[in-house]
């Protein structure tokens, strides 16, 4: 089946530690992105990439890391330096630009 | 300012009521989409409506890009419809979307 996939379901993440969410898609989409919510509030972009290699900073991606190495992964590392890191994680992909996204399941990341 | 804004932010139903969901964007934003966030995250596409009207089964929507709002129509509700339903539009630089904070519509039976 084509879609989007991310990993882990739930995340739990110790004071100090750094940590990886997975999204892959074999959508064959070109762009990817990486979206943070908040309870009660909307999505809130962190960082997206239109390209292999390359990838640009969202409204809030202090605390945040990202590599796009192949088209169909672009994993986001939460780093320490991430003082609120308590949210859900969305990752999405389209075909070009931002006009259609789709959005996989989401990642809960909890902080220990 | 506030680039997307929706109305309103809560809404409660019963079973086979219709309802009207607003969203208002500034001159910075374009290409209306709606999507259906379910009670266990996941994110649904439902409209990509930059102007005029769409329907899809019980759901509609209707873009007046020129007065800057969209309305999305959800007739003879189910409780399957619950859930948060976001509006969203594209940057000036067409690299993102900007989100509204949402609706949340509880249907009961």
């Known amino acids: 089946d084509g879609g989007i996939t991310q990993s882990p379901k739930y995340l739990f993440r110790k004071e100090g530690q750094n940590v990886t969410l997975s999204c892959e898609q074999n959508l064959n989409h070109d762009a990817m992105y990486w979206y943070r919510q908040d309870p009660g509030q909307g999505l809130r972009l962190i960082y997206y990439s239109q390209i292999v290699n390359d990838f640009q900073k969202g409204d809030i991606a202090e605390g945040y890391s990202v590599s796009r190495e192949k088209k169909e992964s672009f994993p986001l590392t939460v780093t320490s330096a991430q003082k609120n890191p308590t949210a859900f994680y969305l990752c999405?992909?389209?075909?070009?630009?931002?006009?259609?996204?789709?959005f996989g399941p989401g990642t809960r990341l909890l902080v220990l | 300012g506030i680039q997307v804004e929706q109305s309103p932010p809560d809404l409660i139903l019963q079973e086979g009521a219709n309802s009207t969901l607003r969203c208002n964007f500034s001159d910075s934003v374009n290409n209306l989409q709606w999507f259906h966030q379910n009670p266990w995250g996941q994110l649904i596409n439902l409209f990509y409506i930059p102007s005029g009207t769409k329907q899809n089964g019980r759901l509609s929507a209707t873009t007046v890009a020129t007065e800057r709002y969209s309305l999305l129509y959800i007739s003879s509700s189910q409780t399957t419809d619950s859930g948060v339903y976001f509006c969203?539009?594209?940057?000036?630089?067409?690299?993102?979307?900007?989100f509204g904070k949402g609706t949340t519509l509880s249907v009961s039976s």
């Open positions: 969203a539009g594209l940057n000036q630089a067409g690299t993102a979307l900007i």
């Open positions: 999405a992909s389209s075909i070009q630009g931002a006009e259609t996204q789709y």
